[in-house]
């Protein structure tokens, strides 16, 4: 089937900024998206710059994020001097998966901050009932994303 190239730029622009609206920058929105949307995951920066119409200067940085966030991985092209950046397998499971490190930190601090500010304040409260959230929200993420592999394992043919 032939892919509608502009459709296809549009739903980029578009899901790129979904993800700038919830928080991601917006050139390694654009990047992300345009990988995730490629049947083979992979372009070098000269694709991306290509079909993103951006400078390579651009690319760079926005890779850079996207690696530092372990999204994107970067690879050689055998041969080649040019790297190509990919989107790791199975993405957003690796990425709910290191949310815990970060559930950790979260927790650390509000926990000093439960204690400096007391638990019986009301600002204390509030951090003690956040501590509660990110407890359980950690408590239940590995079980949660057993079954989503489990269901995705069940799927695969």
Do not use: C, K
């Amino acid at each position: 089937m032939e892919r509608d190239e502009a459709a296809v730029l549009t739903f980029v622009e578009r899901f790129a900024g979904v993800l700038a609206d919830t928080g991601f920058a917006r050139m390694p929105a654009r990047v992300f998206a345009a990988l995730l949307a490629t049947d083979s995951g992979r372009l070098t920066a000269a694709e991306l710059a290509e079909n993103l119409q951006i400078s390579p200067a651009a690319v760079s940085g926005a890779v850079r994020y996207l690696v530092q966030l372990n999204l994107v991985g970067r690879e050689r092209e055998p041969g080649s001097r040019r790297d190509r950046y990919r989107v790791h397998d199975d993405v957003w499971y690796e990425a709910a998966m290191r949310r815990d490190q970060m559930l950790v930190r979260w927790e650390g601090s509000l926990r000093e901050g439960v204690t400096v500010l007391g638990a019986d304040s009301p600002a204390g409260a509030r951090m003690a009932e956040s501590l509660a959230f990110f407890e359980f929200l950690r408590g239940e993420l590995p079980a949660l994303l057993a079954r989503w592999h489990a269901q995705r394992g069940e799927q695969e043919p």
